[in-house]
C-alpha cells in the first residue's frame, strides 16, 4: 500500500470516528457541525503530529490551512472594498458608493483567532463586514493586527489601538464621511476580547471616548484568570472550540513556554499575591443559578510556576479584571453569547458586571448555539447559526449605532 493510500486509509477512519461523536441535542446545524467539528479534530491531530515531529509548529499548521480562505478586496455595486494600512497597521475598508445626505456610522471591526491565526480577509468575515457595511450605509473597517507567536502580547492590542486612533482622527473621519458620534467596536471570540479592551483603555482619554458609541462583543473570551469555569468543564471537547485546543492557541500569545500551557490546563497557572483579582471572575457570585450546573467553586491554585507572565494580571488580555469604577463609564454594549461554549461563562459574567454598575447591556443568549459558528457563514459550510447570529447583530446596530 503507497503512503498516500495510507495518508486517505487513515484520514477516512479518523473523519468516521470523529463524526460520530455525539452533538448536543437541539443544537443548531447538528449534522453540518458533526462534519465540521470532525475535520477541525483532524486537522488538530495533524498540527500536533507535525510539531512533535519536527516539521512544523501547531499554530504555524493550522495558520496555513486556514489560509486557503482568505480573499482579495473585490468591490461591488454597492462598496468599495480596498486594502490600505492605517500607520504600520493593514486594514481592510468597507465603503459605500452611493451618495448619503449625512455622516455614517463606522463598525471597527477585529477578528478571532486567539491572536495567533485568522485575518480579517478570511472568507467569513469579509462576508460579515461586506453584509454590514451594506446594511447599515457604514464604513467598516477590518483590522489586520500582528499575530503571535512572533509579536507576543501586548503586540494585538496595541495595534488594535494604533488603528482606531488613527481612524477617530477627525480628518480621516471627514474623508470617510464617518459621524464622530456614531462609533462601534466589534469583535468575535479574541476579537470581541480586543473590542472590550479597546473600549477600556479609551474610556478616559478626552480625545477619543465622545467618539465611542458602542461595543458589540460576540462570544467574547474575557479572563484568562480561572480555566475551571463550569463551561470550561461542560464544554472541554467542544463542539468546535476544545479546552485543549484554547489553552494550546491562546499560550503563544503570552510566551512561548509549554510549562504555561501544562499550567492552564490544570488551573495553576496564577501568581502568588494575585488571589486579589479572583473576585472579578467568581463564578459562584456572578452566574445565574442556571448555569452553576450543580458544580463547586474552588480557586485556581498560586505559586506554581517560577517565571513571570505579565500578561496574567493585565486587564488588556482580561478585561474582565476591570474594577467597578472602571467598567462605570463604558458606553452602550451588546453582548452574544451561546450555551455550548466554552467561553460562555466570561460573556455571562462580564454582563452581570456591567449591569451592576449601570451600564446600558443588550444581552442574547443562543441556547442551541456554539463558539465561533461566525467563522462557516459562507460556502462550504453555510451554517445557519452563522446567519441568525449575522442578523441578530445586525439588527441591534441598526436599532444602536
Known amino acids: 500500500m503507497g503512503y498516500r493510500t495510507l495518508f486517505f486509509a487513515l484520514s477516512f477512519i479518523l473523519f468516521a470516528y470523529y463524526i460520530h461523536i455525539p452533538m448536543p441535542e437541539g443544537i443548531d446545524d447538528h449534522w453540518r457541525l458533526a462534519v465540521i467539528d470532525a475535520t477541525i479534530q483532524i486537522v488538530s491531530n495533524l498540527a500536533k503530529l507535525t510539531e512533535e515531529i519536527g516539521l512544523m509548529k501547531y499554530v504555524e ?11 482579495n478586496p473585490i468591490s461591488d455595486e454597492n462598496l468599495t472594498v480596498i486594502d490600505v494600512d492605517f500607520g504600520d497597521i493593514p486594514v481592510r475598508l468597507y465603503l459605500p458608493k452611493r451618495t448619503s445626505e449625512r455622516q455614517r456610522p463606522a463598525v471597527i471591526y477585529f477578528h478571532g483567532g486567539a491572536y495567533v491565526m485568522s485575518s480579517c480577509k478570511l472568507s467569513g468575515y469579509d462576508f460579515l463586514n461586506r453584509w454590514t457595511a451594506t446594511k447599515l450605509d457604514a464604513v467598516v473597517v477590518g483590522v489586520e493586527y500582528r499575530l ?116 492552564i490546563l490544570n488551573n495553576q497557572h496564577m501568581p502568588e499575591g494575585s488571589r486579589h483579582v479572583f473576585k472579578f471572575v467568581n463564578w459562584s457570585t456572578f452566574l445565574p443559578e442556571k448555569y ?110
Open 61 to 71: 499548521f493550522l495558520r496555513r490551512t486556514m489560509s486557503l480562505h482568505l480573499t
Open 148 to 263: 503571535a507567536p512572533k509579536y507576543l502580547f501586548p503586540v494585538a492590542i496595541e495595534d488594535s489601538i494604533s488603528v482606531v486612533k488613527f481612524f477617530l482622527q477627525a480628518k480621516v473621519l471627514a474623508k470617510y464621511g464617518v459621524d464622530p458620534a456614531r462609533i462601534c467596536f466589534s469583535g468575535d471570540s479574541s476579537g470581541g476580547t480586543l473590542a472590550a479592551a479597546v473600549s477600556l483603555v479609551l474610556q478616559n482619554d478626552p480625545k477619543f471616548k465622545h467618539k465611542i458609541k458602542a461595543q458589540a462583543l460576540i462570544y467574547p473570551g474575557l479572563q484568562i484568570i480561572d480555566t475551571f469555569m463550569p463551561s470550561h468543564k461542560l464544554y472541554q471537547h467542544g463542539p468546535l472550540l476544545s479546552r485543549e485546543m484554547t489553552f494550546r492557541l491562546l499560550t503563544p500569545y503570552m510566551a512561548d513556554d509549554n510549562i504555561l500551557y501544562k499550567a
Open 292 to 401: 452553576k450546573k450543580n458544580q463547586v467553586y474552588t480557586e485556581p491554585i498560586l505559586g506554581k510556576l517560577n517565571a513571570s507572565y505579565p500578561a496574567l494580571l493585565d486587564s488588556r488580555m482580561s478585561p474582565l479584571l476591570a474594577t467597578d469604577a472602571q467598567l462605570r463609564n463604558l458606553q452602550l454594549t451588546y453582548m452574544l453569547t451561546c450555551e455550548h461554549d466554552l467561553l460562555r461563562d466570561d460573556g455571562l459574567i462580564y454582563v452581570a458586571r456591567l449591569r451592576k454598575v449601570g451600564v446600558q447591556v443588550t444581552h442574547e443568549h443562543l441556547e442551541n448555539g456554539y463558539h465561533g459558528a461566525l467563522s462557516f457563514a459562507t460556502a462550504p459550510f453555510n451554517l445557519k447559526l452563522a446567519l441568525k447570529i449575522r442578523d441578530m447583530y445586525i439588527t441591534w446596530l441598526k436599532n444602536n449605532l
